[in-house]
């Protein structure tokens, strides 16, 4: 294809360096350790440059302040850290529930068939039809908000594309011949379910938890930036960024820019840690 | 008309690992194709034939290499001029319909040959028709989407489709897979048709009794290459010479049935 | 044959969405009935410590309060069929009114957001996947990789910060300059305020079409039939013009019509960091003031939103592809 020119041989010198394997897994890597600083970082700091300096108000970024410090004299990096760490564990949590809720009803669909299955696919159809940030505020709203009603909405909310995946996996393996052949030769379907299922499921249910998390971070803090979701007096990211709206037309930019830069780079890290994932954990990639 | 000459084809592939191969499918090939005759490539399925074709027409992909040199009408046909003549002064038929986009009416897909020919849409129209007429296709055909061609309708729009432009060489590559009998025959009579009005047709098939129905001259295709070029004829008279082409005539159904080994 | 077929699609779509709706108001009342949240205070708000029992009573009265769950969800199903969605607290309107009003205000926003991420995917993607492994397929790649996962609200805040904080090119809020009348409102006050939300909105729904269309561009420039056509002497443009906008513009079409749910979630976020008072502030506004009949509408015809793109979607199949208007495939 005359578009098509990617010269071999720019594609096999960089290859030579390093190649495709090991580039996932260096990704892989990076995204880990880039999550796991967001997650322990605020730990280590603890709380300096939480309290308010007031001879420091409003300062831009500098050295001694990389993100900046708010109308108190707050350190917004130190800020921005506790609160992303906050939102990642929210986020990580919810994501959890839903995986479990999502790995479950998938599961059943796919096993049972029938009656079970129409009801929980009509189910995830329904929840399909609505859209998800109404959804989010509706179950949120439910629960008085709060930490709690995050968490629940979150859950609630995300399962539904694991649950196809899972189905549709399940349905698979469950119609292969190595399976019609074991119900035959007189395994029980725990035996079953554990031989064959599982080694086939579980890769699928830890890339799609992984590929929840961004997901989920993202929309804790939408919730919490609209004011449904965690209280204003923790600092989550989108209370910071909630703040930041407030005081933007004084040209403050910093307070809501940095903020939300450290929220997209923790959402990229989980979505390219989940995606490089796959890629090794999928037969079809896994050799390329 | 056409020439090859010690012509191969190498893929750069990647292996396991990502240590870089090179694959030569086609090794110095050598083949002639004359005006008014028709050529059989034959071989085993999957053994690169259809790669042939794709570079007389210019389309390999892009990680195909290749050497040796191809002559159309004397001159070597270099990658400008493979543009400029691909669809005008030489013609593919396809496999199958699998090669018609199948949300596009069999007419426009028609007119479009015509109009990349250098006709007017209503030119391109008229020419359309007419080669329907002549291929016993009715008008209504050109309404239809590929999905709703029955397969002697489609074989026979796709020679059409061919001959809209004035092509002079024809490349048929594997025109008749899993036909019927009677489709197969037809098929191969519209090629020794183009053939008879001056054009080169090159057949490219796995069907060497297809191929002996109706070409001069048989080149087998064996291992990337032309292991020999014999005449239709010397294949009835015993005079083939090498052994992977004896096996091939032995291998028919009504001589003596021996499975061609390795194949 | 066709309109019976037509038929038995339309009768099939309207049961669904009978079983849709009835679905989402059974969830609706489950988890408002769930609710800590007390309609009355969140209604008297400030005042609460100014009005005696009776009088909250007249209110509980007056809003249905006062009935168990079931039999409100009665009463306001039957309300449903008469086409009486309630009265909203907040607004003190009834909620169809209110949410007939705001969505006219959010629906030029959508539409124009839509519309430009549509075409602005479709462009980038053809784009793309036409110059698959070029520098300007890298470029938009990257583009939608950060996008396709940036906060919609963050997003909002940054372009609020450049061009009407920095540059002062773009209001700061609303719909209408303040002080101005909504009937005195000019066309071209009105598209200067709903340009920034709208422009968030499509800057974020580029991404995932862009990327689909150019998945689908490089599927078709590896399909036999572009072979086919480039034997027959077209050009890369030749292929892209007569087969590939032809063959990718379908699931195009189909994606950018299910994205609606997306792009009204995505509004009620620009929404509420632009202030635009369009019906996405006022889902915000019903949460977080507890007022449930205008939540619960909400939710109601933002389902029937979804589930009428969904169907356009599922329509333009039917009508456009060949093998299934013909070929009922």
Redesign the interface.
């Known amino acids: 294809?005359t578009a098509?020119?990617?010269t071999?041989t720019a594609v096999?010198k960089r290859?030579?360096l390093w190649?495709?394997r090991q580039r996932t897994l260096a990704a892989i890597g990076a995204c880990a350790l880039l999550l796991i600083t967001l997650v322990f970082g605020s730990w280590l700091i603890g709380d300096a440059g939480l309290n308010p300096v007031l001879t420091q108000r409003n300062q831009p970024p500098s050295l001694a302040h990389p993100f900046g410090t708010d109308w108190l004299g707050r350190d917004m990096l130190s800020r921005s850290l506790h609160g992303m760490s906050l939102s990642i564990q929210v986020g990580l949590l919810a994501a959890s529930f839903s995986a479990v809720i999502g790995t479950g009803l998938g599961m059943i669909a796919g096993s049972f068939g029938g009656k079970i299955d129409a009801v929980i696919t009509w189910i995830v159809d329904v929840f399909f039809s609505l859209p998800h940030l109404v959804l989010l505020i509706m179950i949120a709203f439910a629960l008085g908000g709060g930490t709690k009603g995050v968490i629940v909405a979150v859950a609630l909310t995300h399962w539904t594309n694991l649950a196809r995946i899972v189905r549709a996996e399940v349905l698979q393996i469950n119609s292969s011949n190595y399976v019609q052949l074991s119900h035959r030769l007189g395994h029980s379907p725990f035996w079953i379910a554990y031989h064959h299922m599982l080694p086939h499921v579980f890769p699928q249910v830890l890339v799609g938890l992984i590929l929840l998390f961004p997901h989920a971070i993202l929309h804790e803090a939408a919730l919490s930036f609209i004011g449904i979701g965690l209280s204003p007096h923790t600092p989550a990211i989108g209370i910071i960024l909630a703040e930041a709206m407030r005081h933007l037309s004084t040209g403050y930019w910093w307070l809501g820019v940095l903020p939300g830069l450290l929220l997209l780079l923790a959402v990229k890290a989980f979505d390219s840690l989940g995606e490089n994932l796959r890629v090794l954990i999928d037969p079809k990639t896994s050799?390329? | 008309m056409l020439s090859v000459e010690n012509f191969s084809v190498t893929f750069?592939m990647?292996d396991?690992?990502?240590v870089?191969k090179q694959l030569t499918v086609i090794t110095d090939l050598d083949l002639e194709v004359r005006a008014g005759e028709v050529v059989a490539v034959v071989g085993s399925s999957g053994s690169g034939k259809s790669l042939l074709a794709?570079a007389v027409?210019g389309?390999l992909?892009?990680?195909a290499e290749t050497s040796g040199r191809i002559l159309f009408q004397g001159e070597p046909l270099s990658a400008a001029r493979c543009?400029a003549l691909?669809?005008?002064a030489i013609?593919?038929i396809?496999q199958s319909i699998?090669?018609?986009?199948?949300?596009?009416t069999v007419g426009a897909q028609v007119c479009?040959?015509g109009q990349?020919?250098g006709l007017a849409k209503p030119a391109a129209k008229l020419v359309m028709l007419e080669t329907f007429k002549r291929y016993n296709l009715a008008s209504e055909v050109q309404h239809l989407?590929p999905?709703?061609l029955s397969g002697g309708m489609a074989r026979r729009v796709l020679v059409a489709?061919a001959v809209v432009?004035q092509a002079e060489l024809v490349i048929a590559d594997e025109p008749t897979p899993g036909l019927h009998p009677d489709v197969v025959t037809e098929t191969l009579n519209h090629l020794r048709e183009l053939a008879s009005e001056g054009k080169g047709v090159m057949l490219i098939t796995h069907d060497i009794e297809a191929a002996l129905q109706i070409a001069d001259r048989v080149a087998v295709f064996y291992a990337g290459t032309t292991v020999e070029i014999a005449a239709a004829s010397d294949f009835a008279n015993g005079k083939l010479r090498h052994p992977y082409t004896q096996a091939l005539w032995r291998a028919l159904p009504q001589h003596d049935f021996i499975p061609v080994a390795g194949d | 044959m066709q309109l019976k077929r037509l038929a038995q699609f339309t009768v099939r779509k309207l049961i669904r969405l009978v079983l849709l709706l009835i679905a989402v108001s059974l969830f609706s009342f489950v988890l408002v009935s769930l609710s800590p949240v007390d309609p009355i205070n969140a209604y008297v708000g400030a005042e609460m410590l100014q009005i005696g029992p009776e009088q909250r009573q007249l209110i509980a009265e007056r809003w249905g309060l006062d009935q168990p769950m079931i039999t409100r969800f009665w009463l306001w199903l039957q309300q449903l069929g008469s086409g009486n969605l309630g009265t909203s607290m907040i607004f003190n309107q009834p909620v169809g009114t209110v949410i007939a009003n705001r969505f006219q205000v959010s629906l030029q926003m959508l539409a124009i957001a839509w519309l430009l991420s549509g075409l602005l995917g479709l462009g980038l993607g053809v784009l793309a996947g036409a110059y698959e492994g070029r520098w300007i397929d890298r470029t938009i790649r990257f583009y939608a990789y950060i996008l396709a996962s940036s906060p919609t609200f963050w997003m909002a805040l940054l372009l609020l910060i450049i061009f009407s904080v920095t540059l002062k090119l773009t209001p700061i809020c609303c719909a209408a300059p303040p002080g101005v009348l909504a009937t005195d409102v000019t066309l071209g006050q009105r598209i200067h305020h709903l340009i920034l939300p709208a422009v968030t909105l499509s800057i974020i729904g580029v991404a995932s079409i862009a990327l689909h269309t150019r998945q689908k561009l490089i599927e078709v420039l590896n399909s036999?039939?572009v072979?086919?056509?480039?034997?027959?002497?077209?050009t890369l443009w030749?292929i892209i013009r007569?087969?590939g906008l032809?063959?990718i513009l379908?699931p195009a079409i189909t994606l950018q019509f299910a994205s609606l749910s997306e792009l009204f979630g995505g509004a009620v976020l620009a929404e509420q960091v632009f202030a635009y008072p369009g019906l996405g502030e006022a889902t915000v506004q019903a949460a977080l003031r507890s007022d449930v009949p205008l939540l619960v509408g909400i939710v109601f015809f933002s389902a029937l939103f979804v589930y009428i793109g969904n169907t356009i979607a599922d329509l333009t199949y039917q009508i456009i592809?060949?093998?299934i208007r013909?070929?009922g495939?």
Do not use: C, K
């Open positions: 294809m098509q020119a990617v071999p096999s290859a030579r190649n495709r050799q390329l | 750069t990647y396991r690992g990502l870089q794709h027409l389309i992909p892009a990680n543009q691909r669809g005008r013609a593919l396809p699998g090669y018609l986009d199948p949300l596009m479009r040959v990349l020919n989407y999905f709703q489709m432009g | 036999d039939y072979l086919f056509a480039r034997a027959q002497g077209e030749g007569h087969h032809r063959n379908l592809d060949p093998r013909i070929g495939l």
